[in-house]
């Protein structure tokens, strides 16, 4: 029976009182449940006795919340421990809370440091497998946007190989040869620096809040240097080249959607992959980006074009009626006829494996990255005379400075509307060519912009409720002949 009830007083916490034991007073009473209940706080803190009970009382604080408490003396020394707080721990509990902390007493034991010390050892005990879901927990309590990243991660290399190893015991070394492994052996150096980011906010955690190890075994720990791909943007003949070879890549539908739905849009690849139904209006030609989904918590409105809308058109084929715009479902992607009720986000790293592992049949020599769609499209607007700063709002940047952080909250939606036409009309003048030798150059796009004065026509609200008299663009493009283009070559201006 004591063994059980042991547990009541296992996390009282420990309260120093100079005051010396009571005696019989007007503060003692006989307690009942009714007694408790009706004790009316006072405008100081209050301490009430239990008649019989020598130590045993429940402290009553102005605002009413009561706490049980139970004050002796060990080897000379005043002590003063709580029990647990009321009306939690009922009063039967509570005596028989005191019953033990009393009896520890008679055999020499304090129970006021008694659980300290046990609390202590626990958490010395603690294993990483037992520490990841509490550093995971904390991460998703301070509202972190990728905790799930950190669990995959953190799950996939540290448990296997530290997951019964308790936290207090691992190295420096056993961490450094893990990051030799990741990144030199299986030549993942990204993977290396994404795990080593991970582990030290792990250990950091478990030191500040769980003082399980004195030092961050990954504290002074460096990741191998990752060779960063040339950042580049696409000419207007690579951006002909690859629209119309995209087809040929040998991977799902929404996957190469969703690529050419990132050039349309200007958007990142994160947003692309989660991006729902829920989230757009076809009827009025938006995408509202929430807040908790874009990367610098800030919600953006996302004009679509007419492409965009072509590739949501086809999109919809996929998914529609389903929660994710571009979204995986394994059975639905073999077999288009099969109906299905839900579907999944696509993987973090669904768009560039895509692109590594089909690269030779884009048409293309020179490597890309998915980003640098998104890295073209805001180079195309700033060569054809679209502002610099409104880029910054398409590509919802972080603004610069407290007053654009904090005080600017207009949307420049006219704006961005404008850019996403002044895209619309690139790609139409890429993709319309016949072949890739009429393909337009940036100088020559420049020039009609200039001449036509396109960026401001676009800007105007009436040219919004014109009728419109031209086909609308077909994201496929119309080809003379349907035939894959490549580029051997560095592409030339026109």
Request: glycine letters at 6%; one cysteine or more.
């Amino acid at each position: 029976m004591h063994k059980k009830l042991t547990n009541v007083i296992q996390f009282a916490s420990q309260n120093a009182s100079q005051k010396p034991s009571p005696l019989i007073n007007e503060n003692t009473l006989r307690f009942t449940e009714s007694v408790i209940k009706n004790i009316t706080p006072k405008s100081k803190r209050m301490i009430f006795w239990c008649e019989g009970l020598p130590g045993f009382g429940i402290r009553v604080s102005p605002n009413g919340k009561k706490s049980w408490i139970y004050e002796f003396r060990i080897d000379g020394t005043h002590r003063m421990l709580t029990l647990g707080k009321y009306p939690r721990l009922s009063l039967v509990e509570a005596r028989k809370a005191y019953s033990i902390a009393s009896e520890k007493i008679e055999l020499g034991i304090d129970p006021s440091t008694e659980h300290i010390e046990q609390k202590k050892a626990e958490q010395q005990a603690m294993t990483i497998s037992e520490l990841v879901p509490l550093y995971i927990e904390y991460c998703k309590a301070k509202g972190e946007k990728r905790w799930d990243e950190k669990m995959r991660v953190l799950n996939k290399e540290l448990i296997p190989v530290f997951g019964n190893q308790k936290v207090k015991d691992i190295s420096f070394r056993e961490m450094a040869n893990l990051i030799y492994e990741i990144g030199i052996k299986r030549s993942k150096a990204t993977q290396a620096t994404r795990f080593l980011s991970h582990a030290k906010g792990m250990f950091k955690y478990a030191k500040n809040f769980h003082g399980l190890v004195e030092f961050n075994p990954c504290a002074d720990l460096e990741a191998p240097k990752v060779k960063k791909p040339a950042k580049r943007s696409l000419e207007t003949r690579e951006i002909f080249t690859i629209w119309n070879n995209l087809g040929q890549m040998k991977v799902a539908p929404v996957i190469i959607l969703g690529l050419k739905f990132m050039l349309c849009t200007l958007t990142r690849g994160v947003e692309v992959r989660n991006a729902e139904w829920s989230e757009i209006n076809l009827e009025e030609k938006i995408w509202v980006i929430p807040n908790h989904k874009a990367k610098n918590g800030r919600r953006h409105l996302v004009p679509l074009n007419e492409y965009a809308l072509s590739v949501l058109k086809e999109a919809e084929l996929w998914t529609g009626g389903q929660q994710y715009v571009f979204g995986w479902n394994k059975i639905r992607n073999i077999d288009p006829d099969r109906i299905i009720t839900k579907n999944d986000a696509m993987k973090e790293t669904a768009f560039n494996h895509a692109m590594r592992v089909n690269f030779d049949l884009i048409g293309i020599t020179q490597k890309f990255t998915p980003h640098d769609l998104r890295r073209t499209g805001a180079t195309l607007l700033t060569s054809v005379g679209y502002s610099r700063d409104w880029v910054s709002k398409l590509l919802n940047h972080t603004p610069a400075g407290v007053t654009a952080q904090v005080y600017d909250t207009f949307d420049y939606f006219e704006e961005k509307r404008a850019g996403m036409e002044c895209i619309q009309y690139i790609l139409n003048r890429i993709l319309s060519a016949q072949s890739i030798d009429f393909v337009p150059s940036i100088k020559t796009l420049r020039s009609e912009f200039m001449a036509k004065g396109l960026v401001f026509e676009f800007l105007k609200e009436e040219y919004y409720s014109k009728p419109v008299t031209e086909c609308k663009p077909d994201y496929q493009s119309k080809l003379s002949s349907p035939v894959s283009y490549t580029l051997s070559y560095d592409p030339v201006r026109l």
